[in-house]
């Protein structure tokens, strides 16, 4: 597609059970990102893949979270043992390669719903 | 620790007003402030941004204004529609060296009434 594609678009999980996300990125991105929207609380960055470089994890909430990219391309997020409070939007982004002279706009996905019950 | 302050958090406008978003900034290596718009069920999509060596950057309706010296910009949405009702984030990144990840703001949920 010609766009970040993301699934699934609603995940209703129990509480402790574990939840994947996937990822297409655009064709051709090589940076990749993940951001968790909550009601009120913006964009929270979660992780960042930029070619074969290791990914920024600074913004992992907790080791209940990962997430790996395959071949450059896909990537899935995983949350294990889901709790109540991981109930959000997850939100992949993907751009062209970095760089100091270009602005590299980030394109953004519809998002996964995730709502823990 | 919030890099990127936003506000207000909402913001309700007639047709035809003017809207005005701001954000301050404490890092001083951003050098890049892209503005988002989202709607409902959908992902956040540019649009607009400005790089700190100007003041003022403007598309259409909306305008950016940016002072360095005091780290902030705003967004300006000129004659305002209810077309343009959304959500708002302003971000900074650092191309230069540093982080490539932007930072958001908290977002701000405009209405605009017809």
């Known amino acids: 597609g010609a766009g970040v594609s993301q699934s699934p678009s609603n995940k209703v999980t129990e509480k402790g059970k574990d939840v994947e996300l996937r990822c297409d990125p655009i064709?051709?991105?090589?940076?990749l990102y993940w951001y968790r929207q909550s009601l009120g609380q913006g964009l929270e960055f979660l992780i960042y893949?930029?070619?074969?470089?290791?990914?920024?994890k600074s913004g992992l909430p907790s080791d209940r979270f990962s997430a790996e990219r395959t071949g450059g391309s896909v990537s899935t997020l995983t949350i294990q043992r889901t709790q109540q409070e991981d109930s959000a939007v997850y939100l992949c982004a993907s751009s062209l390669v970095q760089g100091a002279t270009t602005g590299n706009t980030i394109y953004f996905g519809e998002g996964s719903w995730l709502t823990v019950v | 620790q919030q890099q990127v302050k936003q506000s207000p958090q909402s913001l309700i406008v007639q047709k035809g007003g003017i809207s005005i978003i701001n954000c301050a900034y404490e890092?001083?290596?951003?050098?890049?402030f892209p503005w988002y718009q989202q709607f409902p069920g959908k992902g956040p999509a540019l649009l607009i941004a400005?790089?700190?060596?100007?003041s003022e950057k403007k598309e259409g309706r909306f305008t950016i204004s940016f002072n360095k010296s005091a780290k902030q910009f705003s967004l300006h949405i000129m004659d305002s529609q209810p077309g343009d009702s959304a959500t708002y984030f302003c971000a900074a990144r650092a191309l230069s060296g540093g982080s490539y990840i932007p930072t958001f703001g908290r977002g701000t949920s405009l209405i605009v009434h017809p």
């Open positions: 893949f930029q070619g074969n470089s290791a990914p920024d």
């Open positions: 064709s051709g991105h090589t940076a």
């Open positions: 400005i790089r700190p060596d100007v």
């Open positions: 890092n001083t290596a951003f050098d890049y």
